[in-house]
Structure formats: structure tokens, C-alpha cells
């Protein structure tokens, strides 16, 4: 047995290709098995011994010959490996002779079989130590080749022709993986790109190509080839990254003039700041820019920068991005760089921007949006939830959770009906009830009150709007679908496009329903009908709502007489103890003691019941806030402007290739199972490729030329921009401090292990003494 293998082994090392060096020690009977086996390929046996392999699935028209002419190199080599797909093997250019001209004009080239040579043996030495990666080589010396010689008028011809191969040729089902198969073309290129958008992976996008292909050797290429496009497309960036924005950036402003970007550098020519407003964001500020909203999310891009979008709400009461932000630090400086920005891109302050506590803005609000130029300074109000959320954290969880404490307090934090001097009575009464007087963060947040407090704001229009950044929480959540932590700047401006592509789609999903569809009122006042005509369907249903309860909830104590076309009520609301609502109301106007208008443009239910109560029918004009409306951003100043022609060009292109893609399956699917109808749709495909030909030769759309298309062109020259340095920021994933409090309640949610036999949690049931 020994002896054997030996003889075995000494036979393959001294054969150019083990694989047929078995193949001769096969007896016949295993032969014709090899033959079934690799059905569509003849073989014959040399006289040495050794098996030759012929293609004989392929056409007669299909197999090269000696003196065979070309009309040019490019069809000669595109046929030979049309050759090698039908046949089982892949294809490689390989030696070739240039003429001295100036045009180098190949006189002669090889194309080979790519087993074609040995692979040269690496020297790895004892003493180096080297990790090598578990590889295969396939060259075992093949001969088959084509050899194209130049012809006088540009054509080629077959000077030799060598069909025998000393290697088993791919299967059916195998030649799917050779390379000669295998082609990232256009369509796969966009797949993956296109996936990329919407944060689906190369695996993903790989599955979703199988399916519309119908299978996966329908494809055209492997998951690898899906990972090495991405690989390749991130290479084209490398370290252009910033510049290639920065020019991304140029050539939108040139096309559009409203839209408006600044950035920043550090000595050396790394970006450190970036901010961008397009002409529809700078629009919807002017319509929605009262109140603003404005938070920080991280991990949305490899450089770690901080990005922050300025957040508004819309008509339809959604989400609405006026501009965005990159910055390297949550710093004084980088934080009043953006504000300023903002302000100059859009021309004036906001009535009030709403924050968390980060030490870094409450320095930097008040210098940039101040009441310098002549603008009118900005409110600043801090996220009631965020202070709710450290009551536990600074007073005890004993206390805010065990007692009455929390519940008493939050009766005076987040009510909006309380006068100022209510909330401050019933503050320090709850203080004295639970002897907090000493504690000193209570007394620090009783001291900016008025940056938090509702009752603070009720004379100030628009700010109560927004009392957290609960929408800027929303907008980090809806980016982080779209935004990876390894994006490149060119990945996460072409993400934020298909973000915004998104979150404007579905604005304009909501116009065309508000103006195309009519709401179903419930009273019998006209003045209903007149809202549903005036207002968004969001803004009609809580008018609606209103309504309705001025109905159902309100009692009148009090009615005077008109006096100058005004009528004064007392109303109580069943719904809010211990509170009478003063109105003041006339034909046009009408004003409620509970200020709801003034905070958030909404009309009370107590408005409504007055003017009832005069019998209006007719909704107020002086009461409709165009920011409600369903006209809200008509005849606004800054248009939107036409970009590149050369993004249109590539979006027609991409909706071609679909429609053609569809089309195509479309036909597939009617021929069916039958095959004469196959025969004929693959007939006509064939005789199209062919008149494709004819038409001449088409300028070629390479990879290089197709990565530009998808990320922008490459700068030329050297580069001023330089791409961010890695940033260091308290909010990164995996470097952020976690607080003891944060510690607590993820191990809480852990499951607690226990001992099966007695429900011990100090021991398993292995090391359990009742055992």
C-alpha cells in the first residue's frame, strides 16, 4: 500500500499537471465515466499517454480557424473569447509585438488559455516569517491559444490555431465561475451602487440580482466580483476624497446659484468644517424656518466627524431639513462657525432654535444669531426631555420614583396653560414639600427656567412648537437608514441626496393628497368645511379634533354682551381642572387666555367655542397661518434650479438599461417552457448583437468612466482640499463615556442566570449543593 502511493505521488510531481497525469492512470471504464461527466467535451489520449480535451459543444461557426480574417483586434479577441465561454475555458491576452510607429500598432498577439504557464515558486525561508493566504493555482501549462496577425488595412488574421487542451474543460454548471463569464457590466454596476444608497450590502444586492436575473448562473458574476466593485469604488476615491466633494459642491453652485456650501481647513489642508444648503432647503426656511431644531449624530461616516442637519417642521407637521453640517469637534468654534453659516445662507435668524444642554452651544447661540445687521435675535430653549431624563440621575431614584415627587412636578413642568407666576408658586411648593431647598442642580435648572419652562414661552409666537429635540431625534433615525460608519465624504453626500430624495417624495405624496382629496367632516359647521379646504390633512385633523371637543368639552360660565363687535366668554374645560379660559371674540378675530394660537398657530378648542357662539361659519382669515396651508410654499423667492446635465444624462441612461432589462424578461416570459419560442427570442437576440456590429465601432464606457459618472470626476493636479483627519468625539460609537446609570439598565435587560434546582442566583445547577 505504501509503495504505492509513493509511486503515485512520484508520477504527479514528475507530470506537468497532476490532475492529468490521474487522469492517464484511469482504465477505460472510468474514462467513458469522465466523459459523462463533462458531457459537452471530447478528449483523446496521445500516444505518451497523456488526455487532450476538445470543446464539442460549440458551433462550427463559433470555432476559430487558420487564416481567418477580422475586420479588427478588437472582434478577433471578442471571438476567441466567445470561443472559450461555449467551450468551458477562460481567455488571457498574453505576448504581443508593436510596430516602432508612433501609433504602436499591434503586429502580432497571443491569446491564450488562462492555465496557460506555471506559476513562478515563492522562496519562503525558515527564519522569515510570512502569513500566506490559502490560494489555488489553476496554470498547468496549457498550449491552446489563438495568434492574431496584422493585416495591411487595419485587419487581422489567424496566423495559429491551437484547440487541444491538456486540462478537463468546465462543466455546465461550472462555467458560470470562469472569468470569461464573469463581468461587472453596467447594469451590476449600478445594482450595486444603487443598493449601496439605501444601505443594502454587496451580499444583499448580490441576492436581489439573482432574482431578477432568475438565477444566480443567470447573473453574470459572483459575490466577489459584487465586493470588488465596491472595493474598486472606494479605491477611485481614496484620498481625493475631500477635493472630489469640494468640486461636487462647485459644479452644483454653478448650476444652481442658491445653492450655498462653505468649508473650513486646519494648516495642513484637512477639512474640519463643512456646511451645505441646497435651493429647496433654503425655500422650505423661508416658509418653516420659525422654529428650529438642532441635535448631532455620529458614526455616519469613517472620519468621524459629527453631523448635524437643521431640522424645521413642515405643513404637514413632518420632519423638514433646511441645511446640514460636518464638524471635527463639538466646540465653541465649530459650532458658532456653523451658525453663522447658517444664518448667512439663509438670510435671517430663526425665531428659536431648540437644543440640548452642550455647554459649546449655549456660548455659541447667543453670538450667532444675535440682533446684530439688523436681524432679530434667536430664542434659545433647551429640550425639556433631555432635563426630565437626569431628574432620577441628580436626585435619586428613591424619590423621583417611590414617591409622588415626579408626578406633582411634571403637573407644573409641561403644562402650557400655567401663567408664570402659577408655575413658580406651585415650584417652590413641591420644593418645600420634599425639603429640596438645598439641592443645588434644582436650583441651577429653577435658575434658566425660562430657556425650558412652557410658561415662559407663552407670549413668544411659534415657540411652542418644538419643547424637545424629539425631531431632530427623528431626522438622526431616519439618516442613520441611509449613512454607514465607513462612508467616505463622497459615499455620505451621495447617501444624504437619496435621503433627501426621500423625505421630499413623501412631502410631495402628502401635497397630492391634501389637494387632490377631500378629508370626511364629522359636524354640520361650516366652518369645518372651510378648514378643509384652507389646511394640510395633518393641520384639518387637529382642527378637527378641536372642533369637536369645543362641542363636547366646553361649558360656558360667563357671556357678555357685544361691545364694538366683541363678545367676552368664561369657558371651562371638562378636561383641565381648576381652570376658567378667558375669549375674546368678533366676526374676524378671536383670542383665548390659554395662548395656543400664539405657540403653535393652532386655534384652541375654547376659540372655537366662542365663535360658535356667535355663529360664524366661516373660518377667520386672520386666524389661517400660512405655514398650515396647503399653498404654504408657493411664491416663494428662491427657485430651485436645473442641476447637471450630465446627472440627467446618467438618470435617462440608468431608466433605459431598466426598461430594456424589463422588457427583456418580459419577453422571456411569454415564450415560456416551449421551445421553439426560445429558439426564436434567442435567434433574434443573436441576429441583434450582430447588426450592433455593423453599426461600427461604439466608444467605449469603461469602469474608470463609469466610477466617475457614479462619485464625480477625479481632480487633476495637486490637491488643496485634503480629506478629514479621524476625529475624536464623545458621541462615537464604541469611544462615547457610559454613565453608571446607562451600565445599570443595560445589565438589567440582560437575562439573570439561575440555578435549575433551587433558583439560585449564585451558582449553576453544576456546582448547586441540593445536586
Given at each position: 500500500?505504501i509503495?504505492t502511493?509513493?509511486?503515485?505521488i512520484?508520477?504527479n510531481?514528475?507530470?506537468?499537471?497532476g490532475?492529468?497525469?490521474?487522469?492517464?492512470?484511469?482504465?477505460?471504464?472510468?474514462?467513458s465515466s469522465?466523459?459523462n461527466?463533462?458531457?459537452?467535451?471530447s478528449?483523446t489520449?496521445s500516444p505518451?499517454?497523456?488526455?487532450?480535451?476538445?470543446?464539442?459543444s460549440?458551433?462550427?461557426?463559433?470555432?476559430?480557424?487558420t487564416?481567418?480574417?477580422f475586420?479588427s483586434?478588437d472582434?478577433?479577441?471578442?471571438?476567441?473569447?466567445?470561443?472559450?465561454?461555449?467551450?468551458?475555458?477562460?481567455?488571457?491576452?498574453?505576448?504581443?509585438?508593436?510596430?516602432?510607429?508612433?501609433?504602436?500598432?499591434?503586429?502580432?498577439?497571443?491569446f491564450?488559455?488562462?492555465r496557460?504557464?506555471?506559476n513562478?515558486p515563492?522562496?519562503?525561508s525558515v527564519?522569515?516569517?510570512?502569513?500566506?493566504?490559502?490560494?489555488?493555482s489553476?496554470?498547468?501549462?496549457?498550449k491552446?491559444?489563438?495568434v492574431l496577425?496584422?493585416?495591411?488595412?487595419g485587419?487581422?488574421f489567424?496566423l495559429?490555431?491551437i484547440?487541444?487542451?491538456?486540462?478537463?474543460l468546465a462543466?455546465?454548471?461550472?462555467?458560470?465561475?470562469l472569468?470569461?463569464?464573469?463581468?461587472?457590466n453596467?447594469n451590476?454596476?449600478?445594482?450595486v451602487?444603487?443598493s449601496s444608497k439605501?444601505?443594502?450590502?454587496?451580499?444583499?444586492?448580490?441576492?436581489?440580482a439573482?432574482e431578477l436575473?432568475?438565477?444566480y448562473?443567470?447573473?453574470g458574476?459572483?459575490l466577489?466580483?459584487?465586493?470588488?466593485?465596491?472595493r474598486?469604488l472606494?479605491?477611485?476615491?481614496?484620498?481625493k476624497?475631500g477635493?472630489m466633494l469640494?468640486?461636487k459642491?462647485k459644479?452644483?453652485?454653478?448650476?444652481?446659484?442658491?445653492f450655498?456650501?462653505?468649508?473650513?481647513?486646519?494648516?495642513v489642508?484637512h477639512i474640519t468644517?463643512?456646511?451645505?444648503?441646497d435651493?429647496?432647503?433654503?425655500?422650505?426656511?423661508?416658509?418653516?424656518?420659525d422654529?428650529?431644531?438642532?441635535?448631532?449624530?455620529?458614526?455616519?461616516?469613517?472620519?468621524?466627524m459629527i453631523?448635524?442637519p437643521?431640522?424645521?417642521?413642515?405643513?404637514?407637521?413632518?420632519?423638514v431639513?433646511?441645511a446640514a453640517?460636518?464638524?471635527?469637534q463639538?466646540?465653541i468654534?465649530?459650532?458658532?462657525?456653523?451658525?453663522?453659516?447658517f444664518?448667512k445662507?439663509?438670510?435671517?435668524n430663526?425665531?428659536v432654535?431648540?437644543?440640548?444642554?452642550?455647554?459649546?452651544?449655549?456660548v455659541?447661540?447667543?453670538?450667532s444669531?444675535?440682533?446684530?445687521n439688523?436681524?432679530?435675535?434667536?430664542?434659545?430653549?433647551?429640550c425639556m426631555?433631555h432635563?426630565?431624563?437626569?431628574f432620577p440621575v441628580?436626585l435619586?431614584?428613591?424619590?423621583?420614583?417611590?414617591?409622588?415627587f415626579m408626578?406633582?412636578?411634571?403637573k407644573?413642568?409641561?403644562?402650557?396653560?400655567?401663567?408664570?407666576?402659577?408655575?413658580?408658586?406651585?415650584?417652590?411648593a413641591?420644593?418645600k414639600?420634599?425639603?429640596l431647598?438645598g439641592?443645588?442642580?434644582l436650583?441651577?435648572m429653577?435658575?434658566?427656567r425660562?430657556s425650558?419652562?412652557?410658561?415662559?414661552f407663552r407670549?413668544?409666537?411659534?415657540?411652542g412648537?418644538?419643547?424637545?429635540?424629539?425631531r431632530s431625534?427623528?431626522?438622526?433615525?431616519?439618516?442613520?437608514?441611509f449613512h454607514?460608519?465607513?462612508?467616505?465624504?463622497?459615499?455620505?453626500?451621495?447617501?444624504?441626496q437619496?435621503?433627501?430624495?426621500?423625505q421630499r417624495?413623501?412631502?410631495?405624496r402628502?401635497?397630492?393628497?391634501?389637494k387632490?382629496?377631500?378629508?370626511?367632516t364629522?359636524?354640520?359647521?361650516?366652518?369645518e368645511?372651510?378648514?378643509?379646504d384652507?389646511?394640510t390633512?395633518?393641520i384639518?385633523?387637529?382642527y378637527?379634533?378641536?372642533?369637536i371637543?369645543s362641542?363636547?368639552?366646553?361649558?360656558i360660565?360667563?357671556?357678555s354682551e357685544e361691545?364694538?363687535?366683541?363678545?367676552?366668554?368664561?369657558?371651562?374645560d371638562?378636561?383641565?381642572k381648576?381652570?376658567?379660559f378667558?375669549?375674546s371674540?368678533?366676526?374676524?378675530?378671536v383670542v383665548?387666555s390659554?395662548k395656543?394660537?400664539v405657540?403653535?398657530g393652532i386655534v384652541?378648542r375654547?376659540?372655537?367655542?366662542g365663535?360658535?357662539?356667535?355663529?360664524v361659519?366661516?373660518?377667520p382669515r386672520s386666524?389661517?397661518?400660512?405655514r398650515w396651508m396647503?399653498?404654504a410654499?408657493?411664491?416663494?423667492?428662491?427657485?430651485?434650479?436645473?442641476?447637471?446635465n450630465?446627472?440627467?444624462k446618467?438618470?435617462?441612461?440608468?431608466?433605459?438599461l431598466?426598461?430594456?432589462?424589463?422588457?427583456?424578461r418580459?419577453a422571456?416570459?411569454?415564450?415560456?417552457v416551449?421551445v421553439?419560442?426560445?429558439?426564436?427570442?434567442?435567434?433574434t437576440?443573436?441576429?441583434?448583437?450582430?447588426?450592433l456590429d455593423?453599426?461600427?465601432?461604439?466608444v467605449?464606457?469603461?469602469?474608470?468612466?463609469?466610477?466617475a459618472?457614479?462619485?464625480?470626476?477625479?481632480p487633476v493636479?495637486e490637491l488643496?482640499?485634503?480629506?478629514?483627519?479621524?476625529?475624536?468625539?464623545?458621541?462615537?460609537?464604541?469611544?462615547?463615556?457610559?454613565s453608571e446609570?446607562?451600565?445599570?439598565?443595560?445589565k438589567?435587560k440582560?437575562?439573570?442566570?439561575k440555578?435549575?434546582?433551587?433558583n439560585?442566583t449564585t451558582h449553576?445547577?453544576r456546582?448547586?449543593?441540593?445536586?
Amino acid at each position: 500500500m505504501i509503495t504505492t502511493d509513493l509511486m503515485k505521488i512520484s508520477e504527479n510531481q514528475g507530470s506537468s499537471c497532476g490532475d492529468s497525469s490521474r487522469i492517464t492512470t484511469v482504465v477505460s471504464s472510468d474514462l467513458s465515466s469522465v466523459g459523462n461527466e463533462c458531457s459537452l467535451t471530447s478528449y483523446t489520449e496521445s500516444p505518451g499517454g497523456n488526455m487532450y480535451y476538445i470543446p464539442s459543444s460549440v458551433g462550427d461557426l463559433a470555432i476559430p480557424f487558420t487564416n481567418q480574417v477580422f475586420e479588427s483586434f478588437d472582434k478577433g479577441y471578442k471571438f476567441y473569447k466567445d470561443y472559450g465561454r461555449l467551450g468551458g475555458f477562460s481567455v488571457r491576452k498574453a505576448t504581443e509585438k508593436r510596430d516602432d510607429d508612433d501609433d504602436k500598432t499591434i503586429l502580432l498577439k497571443h491569446f491564450v488559455c488562462s492555465r496557460e504557464g506555471f506559476n513562478d515558486p515563492k522562496d519562503y525561508s525558515v527564519n522569515k516569517v510570512v502569513k500566506r493566504r490559502r490560494t489555488a493555482s489553476q496554470r498547468c501549462g496549457c498550449k491552446a491559444k489563438m495568434v492574431l496577425k496584422y493585416m495591411v488595412g487595419g485587419q487581422y488574421f489567424v496566423l495559429s490555431f491551437i484547440e487541444l487542451h491538456n486540462h478537463p474543460l468546465a462543466s455546465e454548471t461550472g462555467r458560470q465561475f470562469l472569468r470569461v463569464n464573469r463581468e461587472m457590466n453596467i447594469n451590476l454596476r449600478n445594482i450595486v451602487f444603487d443598493s449601496s444608497k439605501v444601505k443594502i450590502g454587496c451580499s444583499r444586492s448580490f441576492s436581489f440580482a439573482k432574482e431578477l436575473a432568475g438565477g444566480y448562473s443567470n447573473v453574470g458574476a459572483t459575490l466577489r466580483d459584487f465586493r470588488n466593485f465596491n472595493r474598486d469604488l472606494k479605491a477611485f476615491v481614496g484620498e481625493k476624497d475631500g477635493q472630489m466633494l469640494i468640486d461636487k459642491f462647485k459644479v452644483n453652485q454653478e448650476n444652481s446659484q442658491s445653492f450655498y456650501f462653505a468649508y473650513d481647513v486646519d494648516s495642513v489642508g484637512h477639512i474640519t468644517k463643512l456646511f451645505w444648503a441646497d435651493p429647496i432647503g433654503r425655500r422650505n426656511f423661508e416658509v418653516y424656518g420659525d422654529a428650529v431644531s438642532f441635535d448631532a449624530t455620529f458614526d455616519t461616516n469613517k472620519y468621524n466627524m459629527i453631523f448635524a442637519p437643521f431640522t424645521g417642521v413642515d405643513k404637514h407637521e413632518k420632519c423638514v431639513t433646511f441645511a446640514a453640517c460636518l464638524l471635527s469637534q463639538e466646540s465653541i468654534e465649530d459650532h458658532t462657525w456653523a451658525f453663522n453659516q447658517f444664518v448667512k445662507a439663509m438670510g435671517r435668524n430663526p425665531v428659536v432654535i431648540i437644543t440640548d444642554q452642550c455647554a459649546a452651544m449655549k456660548v455659541a447661540i447667543p453670538a450667532s444669531f444675535s440682533s446684530k445687521n439688523g436681524l432679530i435675535a434667536s430664542k434659545h430653549r433647551l429640550c425639556m426631555w433631555h432635563i426630565i431624563q437626569k431628574f432620577p440621575v441628580k436626585l435619586g431614584n428613591h424619590l423621583c420614583k417611590e414617591t409622588d415627587f415626579m408626578e406633582k412636578m411634571k403637573k407644573y413642568i409641561w403644562s402650557s396653560n400655567l401663567e408664570i407666576h402659577e408655575f413658580e408658586e406651585g415650584w417652590e411648593a413641591i420644593i418645600k414639600e420634599f425639603k429640596l431647598e438645598g439641592n443645588k442642580w434644582l436650583s441651577d435648572m429653577y435658575a434658566i427656567r425660562s430657556s425650558w419652562i412652557p410658561a415662559y414661552f407663552r407670549d413668544e409666537p411659534m415657540f411652542g412648537l418644538l419643547r424637545t429635540t424629539s425631531r431632530s431625534e427623528s431626522e438622526n433615525f431616519f439618516f442613520g437608514q441611509f449613512h454607514k460608519q465607513g462612508d467616505n465624504l463622497c459615499e455620505f453626500w451621495i447617501r444624504f441626496q437619496t435621503a433627501m430624495e426621500r423625505q421630499r417624495n413623501e412631502t410631495a405624496r402628502r401635497d397630492h393628497e391634501s389637494k387632490c382629496t377631500t378629508p370626511t367632516t364629522i359636524s354640520t359647521w361650516y366652518i369645518e368645511d372651510d378648514a378643509a379646504d384652507l389646511f394640510t390633512r395633518a393641520i384639518f385633523y387637529r382642527y378637527q379634533e378641536e372642533i369637536i371637543r369645543s362641542c363636547l368639552d366646553m361649558q360656558i360660565k360667563r357671556m357678555s354682551e357685544e361691545v364694538d363687535g366683541v363678545t367676552h366668554l368664561e369657558i371651562r374645560d371638562v378636561k383641565v381642572k381648576d381652570k376658567i379660559f378667558k375669549v375674546s371674540v368678533s366676526k374676524n378675530h378671536v383670542v383665548c387666555s390659554c395662548k395656543k394660537f400664539v405657540m403653535c398657530g393652532i386655534v384652541c378648542r375654547h376659540a372655537f367655542c366662542g365663535l360658535k357662539q356667535i355663529s360664524v361659519t366661516k373660518f377667520p382669515r386672520s386666524l389661517v397661518l400660512n405655514r398650515w396651508m396647503k399653498i404654504a410654499d408657493s411664491g416663494t423667492s428662491s427657485n430651485s434650479l436645473a442641476v447637471s446635465n450630465d446627472y440627467f444624462k446618467m438618470e435617462q441612461i440608468s431608466l433605459k438599461l431598466t426598461n430594456i432589462w424589463f422588457d427583456f424578461r418580459k419577453a422571456v416570459n411569454k415564450a415560456g417552457v416551449q421551445v421553439d419560442r426560445l429558439d426564436y427570442v434567442h435567434n433574434t437576440i443573436t441576429q441583434l448583437n450582430k447588426d450592433l456590429d455593423d453599426c461600427g465601432d461604439v466608444v467605449e464606457f469603461t469602469k474608470k468612466d463609469h466610477m466617475a459618472a457614479m462619485v464625480g470626476e477625479q481632480p487633476v493636479g495637486e490637491l488643496t482640499v485634503l480629506p478629514p483627519n479621524v476625529c475624536k468625539n464623545k458621541g462615537n460609537y464604541f469611544k462615547r463615556l457610559i454613565s453608571e446609570r446607562e451600565k445599570a439598565v443595560t445589565k438589567s435587560k440582560k437575562r439573570i442566570r439561575k440555578c435549575k434546582k433551587c433558583n439560585a442566583t449564585t451558582h449553576d445547577s453544576r456546582t448547586c449543593s441540593k445536586k
